[in-house]
């Protein structure tokens, strides 16, 4: 069954550091969501990304964090200087048609980042 | 802005009862609800959904309830399995922007045999 994969699983970085996450989404999907989850709290939203633009950001999403899409397949959430609350795990998301379609997101299996 | 709440951070059943999970919500533009299952070290999957204009949706043993006037759904797990151990999310999209989903913070079910 395709799925959507995210790499690294799991990185430390010393504050202030850049931070690139990947995830590589179900191939003929359309949409991309990036969401974390910082321990114990709610999974939020972050931004989503479609036709090579951000449709969608939320006010966590700040001017240290950018999503692109380099190569076709990659799809990746940058964090230019990390700070301590940064800590989460975050999930790429990906739907085939956007969410006005079934509203269905599939998941990730997440990146946990820890910023020392 | 807590727009989707788990009240409930976990809930412990024995096999073969019957799992409630409850999510509260506060903004009457949501019009599309979704439960997601997450397993440790893995991603949130897919569970069940319901819009807005149903009060009930049924697949298998999964069954959720949507109260619009108390702003308020709950997911049933009827029969409860050990496998069903998880941390279940409320999801809530609005009807003017299709684009984000609002989740709760989850409640960790723990079916014991």
């Known amino acids: 069954e395709p799925e959507v994969t995210q790499t690294p699983s799991h990185q430390v970085t010393q504050m202030g550091q850049e931070v690139i996450l990947r995830c590589v989404p179900i191939?003929?999907?359309?949409?991309f969501y990036w969401y974390r989850q910082i321990l114990g709290q709610k999974v939020e939203f972050l931004v989503s990304?479609?036709?090579?633009?951000?449709?969608?950001k939320s006010e966590i999403f700040d001017d240290q964090f950018s999503v692109e899409r380099p190569d076709g397949s990659n799809f990746t959430l940058k964090i230019r200087s990390t700070k301590l609350e940064d800590s989460a795990m975050y999930f790429c998301?990906?739907?085939?048609?956007?969410?006005?379609?079934?509203?269905?997101?599939?998941f990730g299996e997440g990146s946990r980042l820890t910023v020392l | 802005d807590q727009q989707v709440k788990q009240n409930s951070p976990s809930l412990s059943v024995q096999e073969g009862r019957i799992s409630i999970l409850n999510c509260d919500y506060t903004?009457?533009?949501?019009?599309?609800f979704l439960w997601y299952k997450k397993y440790p070290a893995e991603g949130p999957t897919f569970l069940i959904s319901?819009?807005?204009?149903?009060d009930k949706n049924e697949d298998g043993r999964f069954t959720v309830f949507l109260n619009k006037s108390a702003k308020h759904l709950s997911l049933h797990i009827v029969p409860s399995q050990p496998g069903d151990s998880a941390v279940y999310f409320c999801?809530?999209?609005?009807?003017?922007?299709?684009?984000?989903?609002?989740f709760g913070s989850g409640t960790k079910l723990n079916v014991k045999p």
């Open positions: 191939s003929n999907h359309l949409y």
């Open positions: 903004n009457s533009m949501f019009d599309y």
């Open positions: 999801a809530a999209r609005a009807i003017y922007n299709f684009n984000k989903f609002y």
């Open positions: 998301a990906t739907t085939p048609k956007g969410a006005q379609g079934s509203g269905e997101l599939f």
């Open positions: 319901i819009s807005s204009i149903k």
């Open positions: 990304f479609y036709n090579n633009e951000i449709s969608e």
